[in-house]
Structures are given as C-alpha cells and as structure tokens.
C-alpha cells in the first residue's frame, strides 16, 4: 500500500482467527499446483514490499510474505525453497510502495522479463485507501487493470501459475483501532486513509455510511479478482476471500503507522496465502 497515505497450515503457532479462516477457505488450486517453481516474482504495494515491518518507515522486502527470505516470516519463497532448492536465487519482488491497480500491467512486465514460474499478486488496497471515498479507483478501472496485468502475464510466460490473494479488510482495522490512541493518532498525523478512516471514533450515520461504502468497494474489486482469475483458466489461483476474512489485530500491524503488517503480520499472510493459493 502507500506508505505516506500509509499501509498493511505451517504456522508455528496457529491462532484462533486463522484456524477458522483456513476452514472456511480451502486451497481452490492445490489440485493443479503441479511442480513447485524454480523462480517467481511477486508483484503488489507496500504490504508486498514489507514497508514497515523492520523499520520506521522503510521497505523491508527480506519479510516480504511472498518473497521475503527472513526465517519467521516463512514466505511463500521460503517454502517453496524447501520443496525445490532451484527456487533460490530466482526470486523477485516487483511490487512498489505506493502502487495501484494501475500499475500492475508494468510491474508484470518486469516479471515476463525475468522469465519466472511463478507470480504472486496483491494490490488494491491503495485503489480503495484514498485521501477520500470519491477518490477512490472504480471498479471498472481496477478490473481492467487487473485484466492487463494479466493478458501481460499469459502472453509473456503462459505457462506460469498466477496467485491472487484479497484484499485486506480495512474496515476491521478500523474497527481494531478506532479505540486506540496511538492509532488514532497516527491514522491522523499522517492522512492514512482517510476514504475510511477520517473521522474514526465518529459514530454519525454519515460516517458509518461512508464506511460501508469504502468497505462494499473492497469486497467488490475483491469479486473481480475471483472472477478475472477463473477466467483466466488453471493456470490462475485465487485465495477464496481468505486474506480479505482474516481478523487483524493490532498486535499484527505495525505501532509506527497502525497500517502495515509487522512481521507477524506478514507471516499470517505467508500462511493464509500460500495454503488458499497453489500449496506446492
């Protein structure tokens, strides 16, 4: 996600909310998985980049859930590297803070170069989290995107497995912090998201709407990513709402802006990404 406007079963320790999540969301894929990959990119925003999950204000692509290398995070990569040690070295992360729907096309370009196996995608978060809800990206806009990202992607390396994964719920962040201060100031000082989270402890009818809205937004670009991946054909998985129905809580999100994943965090998608997707 943008990290001035600012974002966020092999688990250790599985939490309640996860264990749920992966009953009501099976790996819709698994029986196409095939092979593991000898390469993969992952393409994205800030969440992808892992901003904020090492530093203050800072990418941090080694806790990258998808193409990370940091131990406890246990990325997709990670994984895949103990199935298939070729992985290694052939792993590319393509996503930028701060990116859109929009700029995914490019960033597949960049994977069709690098010839990989294997792609991850999670964007839209920056098209739903806006400096207010009529800037938002529209739902059309967002699927032709994410249609050309994927037209890029066939015709470049038709034979790579596509992932895409949810978009996270933002209104249950909100719901995680409106009642905390050091959320409630930084979601201030720094304008984060403010399609949803102006006005955060404001409990008039307007502001509860717009909330909805914002929300309804999310689930519905989430609906084009299920429907451009079937159409995609086998090649493609998508996570089943997964990501989008894990219940965050703070103590997975970053205490520097109350957005991003931690690394904690970061594992909990490395999870619920890498068994609702291909699950080599």
């Known amino acids: 996600m943008r990290p001035v406007s600012v974002i966020r079963r092999g688990l250790t320790i599985l939490t309640p909310g996860l ?8 790996p819709a894929a698994a029986a196409t ?3 593991p990959p000898s390469s993969m990119a992952s393409l994205g925003d800030s969440i992808t980049r892992g901003f904020n999950a090492c530093g203050f204000y800072v990418d941090c692509p080694s806790r990258s859930f998808s193409t990370g290398g940091y131990a406890p995070v246990n990325s ?30 490019g960033q597949a370009a960049t994977a069709v170069s690098q010839h ?12 739903a989290c806006t400096s207010s809800e009529a800037t ?19 015709a470049g390396v038709p034979a790579a497995r596509v992932e895409l994964i949810s978009i ?28 949803m989270l102006a006005n955060p402890t404001s409990t008039a009818p307007a502001d509860e709407a717009r909330r909805d809205r914002v929300r309804q937004r999310v689930v519905d670009y989430n609906g084009q990513l299920a429907q451009a991946c079937a ?34 965090g970061q594992q909990v ?12």
């Open 76 to 105: 997709q990569a990670t994984r895949i590297t103990a199935k298939n040690s070729a992985l290694a070295g052939h792993v590319f992360n393509d996503a930028k803070s701060g990116a859109v729907a929009a700029d995914t096309p």
């Open 269 to 280: 998608l490395a999870e619920l990404s890498y068994v609702n997707g291909f699950n080599w």
């Open 168 to 195: 996270p719920d933002v209104k249950r962040l909100w719901a995680a912090g409106k009642g905390n201060l050091g959320a409630l100031s930084a979601w201030g000082l720094f304008g984060i998201c403010q399609s």
């Open 231 to 264: 159409a995609y054909g086998a090649n493609c998985a998508y996570d089943g709402g997964a990501v989008f129905g894990y219940p965050f809580t703070l103590a997975q999100i970053s205490a520097w802006d109350y957005f991003h994943p931690n690394t904690t």
């Open 116 to 127: 990989v196996q294997y792609v991850t995608i999670l964007i839209g978060g920056n098209d």
């Open 19 to 26: 264990a749920a999540v992966l009953l009501l969301a099976a």
């Open 33 to 35: 998985a095939g092979s």
């Open 136 to 154: 938002m990206t529209s739902v059309a806009a967002f699927r032709a995107s994410i249609d050309r990202t994927l037209a890029t992607l066939k």
